[in-house]
């Protein structure tokens, strides 16, 4: 069964689009956390963290590349931004295809409140 994310990334469900190459997509979250909070999601459907194979450490290379140019389109790349990647459960990953959450454009806060 496909993830939301893949539909997005086949178009069968719309999404503000902020970047996209082969690889990877981005799109706006749709209940952002911050003023800016973008997901960032690779096209080959990993469900978590702990499938990454040796074979995709191009493509994760690749997603934090991508990072580092939407932050920089997005102008919170001098002032800061935190990303954060959950997984299983207990980590709060609520779609299992893995995902990179970019926050900022304010002050983000300690990692645990």
């Known amino acids: 069964m496909s993830t939301i994310f893949t539909k997005i990334i086949n178009r069968e469900i719309p999404a503000n689009i902020v970047f996209e190459n082969d690889n990877v997509i981005a799109f706006k979250d749709i209940n952002p956390q911050a003023p800016v909070h973008i997901l960032v999601v690779p096209k080959k ?20 590349l991508a990072i580092g140019e939407i932050a920089k389109d997005f102008n919170i790349a001098e002032n800061g931004y935190r990303v954060i990647t959950n997984c299983n459960q207990y ?19 300690p990692m645990r409140a």
């Open 45 to 64: 459907e990993i469900p978590t963290l702990n499938d990454i194979k040796p074979e995709d450490k191009n493509l994760i290379g690749e997603i934090y």
């Open 91 to 109: 980590g709060g990953q609520e779609v299992f295809h893995i995902h990179f959450h970019i926050l900022g454009g304010e002050p983000i806060g």
